[in-house]
C-alpha cells in the first residue's frame, strides 16, 4: 500500500481518482483499507480546505420547517407561544438553552448549527 499525505489540490485530485477505483472494496481486504485510509485523508484535507460554514439558526428552523411541512404551531411545544415562534423566526428575539435544546432533539437540527452566532440583517 503506497499511500502518502495529501499536500497538494494535485494530491487531492490524484487521491480521489484512487478512491473512484477503490468504491468497490470489500472490507477487510488490503483494498478495503486502502479506501478507508485514503478516505480519511480526503476527509482531513477537505476540512483544512474547504471548511463549511454553519447555517444561521433562523435559516436552519425555516429549513426544517419547509423540509417537513411544520408550521408556527408545530413549533410551539419547542419555543412557546406563536408570539414567541415569530419573534424567534422575525429576529427579535435569541434562541435561550432550552429551545436549543428542544429543537435539536425534536426536529434534529445540528445544536452547533443553533448556537451558531445568527447573522446580521440590515
Known amino acids: 500500500m503506497n499511500i502518502k499525505p ?31 485510509v485514503l478516505v480519511t485523508l480526503i476527509e482531513a484535507y477537505e476540512r483544512k480546505h474547504f471548511p463549511l460554514e454553519l447555517p444561521d439558526p433562523v435559516e436552519a428552523i425555516k429549513f426544517e420547517m419547509e423540509q417537513k411541512g411544520l408550521s408556527v404551531k408545530d413549533l410551539e411545544p419547542m419555543i412557546g407561544k406563536s ?5 424567534v423566526l422575525n429576529r427579535k428575539r435569541s434562541l435561550t438553552l432550552r429551545m436549543i435544546q428542544k429543537l435539536h432533539l425534536e426536529l434534529g437540527i445540528a445544536d452547533e448549527s443553533l448556537i451558531n452566532q445568527p447573522v446580521e440583517i440590515r
Request: glycine share 2%.
Open 83 to 87: 408570539n414567541r415562534v415569530y419573534e
Open 6 to 36: 495529501i499536500k497538494t489540490d494535485a494530491d487531492y485530485r490524484a487521491a480521489l481518482k484512487e478512491v473512484e477505483t477503490l468504491m468497490m472494496a470489500e472490507p477487510n481486504t488490503p483494498e478495503g483499507e486502502k479506501l478507508d
